[in-house]
């Protein structure tokens, strides 16, 4: 597997704004592979085979630290299972 990054999967679509003020909740956070040849875009399917489109990068790549969980801590509770049991491995 190449290079990884952290996407957020927010609670409205990213077409859509939030009211002035008001921050988009995250609904999941996922893992998705780096576009080929393109190591700081994001493919166009995560992990688990959602569509990245209308998802937000955190920045963070897990290879980074491979001490840490590969998503940030304050989201475990809204980690998808699936990717993460692809992580795993």
Known sequence: MGEIVV??????????????????????????PTAPGRPAATGPRTLCGKDTFA???T???PSED???PWY????????CPDCDAVMET
Do not use: Q
């Not at 999967?9 to 704004?17: G, N």
């Not at 940030?72 to 980690?79: I, T």
């Open 7 to 32: 996407v957020y999967e927010l609670d409205m679509p990213a077409a859509t704004h939030a009211p002035r003020g008001e921050e988009r909740s995250v609904r999941r956070v996922h893992a998705v």
């Open 55 to 57: 998802m937000e990068t």
């Open 59 to 61: 920045g963070r790549k």
């Open 66 to 68: 491979p001490e840490s």
């Open 72 to 79: 940030p801590g304050e989201y475990a509770s809204v980690v």
